[in-house]
């Protein structure tokens, strides 16, 4: 199993960037899949969130009504889609994706409940 995230980079405070997430190995359509952030000497923090149905979507109060989380199954890839972007959105961004049955209705906040992770890709907002 391997997810490869894709589409950091350097943007403006204010800018846009499309982040990317391909599996392979596993397929969306049967798992749940999470976006993460961890900046400079800070712990990894829930970003979004997407079910394996695409019928739940969730977003940290920091990112809300400013990024979205999609997928397409046919791609097998998720996207972050990241507008406004602020200079403390700064970080790594990884991809996370789990099927399992979870005893928390929360639990895609959580980085330990995730089984596949990505290797991340680093996002630089100037100001």
């Known amino acids: 199993v391997q997810l490869q995230a894709s589409g950091g980079g350097l943007v403006q405070t204010g800018g846009s960037l499309s982040l990317s997430c391909v599996a392979s190995g596993l397929t969306f359509s049967t798992h749940g899949v999470g976006w993460f952030r961890q900046g400079p000497g800070k712990e990894r923090v829930f970003v979004a969130f997407v079910s394996w149905s695409e019928g739940r979507k969730y977003y940290s109060d920091s990112v809300r009504g400013r990024f979205t989380i999609s997928k397409d199954n046919a791609k097998n890839t998720v996207y972050l889609q990241m507008n406004t972007l602020k200079p403390e959105d700064t970080a790594m961004y990884y991809c996370?994706?789990?099927?399992?049955?979870?005893?928390?209705?929360?639990?895609?906040?959580?980085?330990?409940?995730?089984?596949?992770w990505g290797q991340g890709t680093l996002v630089t907002v100037s100001s």
């Open positions: 996370a994706a789990d099927a399992r049955t979870h005893r928390f209705s929360t639990w895609y906040q959580r980085s330990a409940e995730f089984e596949y």
